[in-house]
């Protein structure tokens, strides 16, 4: 059995089910369940300490080679100043500036381009957020 959550669709996919066949045999089968989620049942007040903070939520495809789209959450408490790219080496590779963003949850998108217009090498990335509360940061790999 494999369990895939699809963040585009917001939904999660189960491949190869394993079931009981009713005579005390398991069965495995090539079968796919999908379940799909709507919308939080309970809203969040965004006074929340958690929420206190902005931060980097998910980038996506991960591994990607074209557009990856990296969404996250700008509190309605901070600033955000920042979004940066970075090689594993420690290396600025790309930036972006936030300054101005509304609060929520905002997706942005990189086109695999550093600062000087050259395509980066496939490999792992850093993303990190830039705020008034501090930094927000994921691991992400380029194809």
């Known amino acids: ?11 999660l996919v189960e491949f ?3 079931g009981d066949t009713g005579l005390g045999l398991c069965d495995a ?4 369940y999908v ?3 709507g919308e939080p049942i309970a809203s969040v007040d965004p006074n929340h300490s958690q929420l206190g903070r902005s931060a980097l939520l998910d980038v996506h495809p991960s591994p990607g080679g074209a557009i990856q789209t990296i969404s996250l959450r700008i509190a309605t408490t901070d600033a955000p100043q ?9 290396r600025k590779i790309w930036h972006a500036s936030l300054v101005g963003q509304a609060a929520g949850s905002q997706p942005l998108t990189w086109n695999g381009r550093a600062i000087s217009g050259r395509r980066v090498q496939p490999g792992v990335y850093l993303a990190w957020l830039v705020s008034d509360h501090g930094t927000s940061s994921l691991r992400f790999v380029r194809e």
């Open 1 to 11: 059995m494999v369990l895939c959550f699809d963040y585009g669709n917001n939904r």
């Open 16 to 18: 190869g089910v394993i």
């Open 29 to 32: 089968s090539s079968s796919t």
């Open 35 to 37: 379940w799909t989620f």
């Open 82 to 90: 920042t979004l940066e790219i970075y090689s594993v080496d420690g």
